[in-house]
């Protein structure tokens, strides 16, 4: 059997990795780590250590949501020792990263743990313009519950996966769109040129004609694992 391969799944926001990465997890039997859910997940699950305990024995998920309870940016430290986690757990499927490599120093240290753990790694990238993003992002609802975005045909109020709530992004105003746009363009743009080879995917296509592309792209790597 080969080395396992994973998936950073990068692009955009807007672009629809988060719906299109949902499909190949189910397609070829992997995992998803997306990193702002992980952290949310973190911090609404685990238990707050007690006043005074040491760093040194605090577990990863205790020192994140210590950080997080402080109002602190996760450190790039504690990003990659929750990734070492999730690699060191995964079996022959792999693991799609939707959320990571943010800057160049996280695409290095993701590097280093993929090698570490024998994880080939393929780079797919669904590319969409500034003027579409904002397009897309102004119209984008969440879920008050569990914090999803509903699918792109969905057009109910309430949520498809909890039946929750939706309501508009309080970060999705234009000036703050294009704050993390600039974010986007002058650091993961970077980091994603830290990896030799990327696959390119137009994403202002339909959804269903993105997905193609994206199966068509990953079918002949990730079917010849056995």
Do not use: W
Not at 58 to 82: H, P, W
Not at 145 to 169: A, F, M, Y
Not at 214 to 220: H, I
Request: aromatic letters at 2%; hydrophobic letters at 30%.
């Amino acid at each position: 059997m080969n080395s396992p391969k994973s998936i950073i799944l990068a692009g955009p926001q807007g672009s629809g990795k988060g719906t299109v990465g949902k499909t190949i997890a189910e397609r070829y039997g992997m995992q998803i780590f997306e990193t702002g859910g992980k952290l949310r997940e973190i911090a609404k699950t685990t238990e707050t250590p007690a006043k005074g305990t040491p760093e040194e024995e605090m577990t990863t998920d205790q020192k994140i949501k210590a950080t997080m309870e402080r109002g602190d940016l996760v450190s790039n430290e504690l990003i990659m020792s929750m990734v070492r986690e999730v690699l060191s757990s995964i079996t022959e499927n792999g693991v799609i990263f939707d959320g990571i490599p943010r800057t160049p120093e996280q695409a290095k240290g993701l590097k280093i743990l993929l090698d570490e753990c024998n994880q080939q790694c393929e780079v797919v990238l669904i590319d969409i313009g500034e003027e579409e993003t904002l397009k897309r992002l102004v119209q984008r609802k969440i879920c008050v519950d569990c914090g999803k975005s509903p699918s792109p045909k969905h057009k109910e109020d309430s949520c498809d996966c909890c039946g929750g709530n939706l309501i508009t992004r309080p970060d999705d105003q234009p000036e703050k769109i294009k704050r993390r746009l600039k974010d986007y363009r002058e650091k993961t743009v970077p980091a994603l040129n830290e990896f030799d080879d990327i696959i390119r995917i137009n994403g202002e296509q339909s959804p269903e004609e993105v997905l193609s592309d994206v199966l068509q792209a990953l079918d002949p790597i990730l079917k010849q694992t056995e």
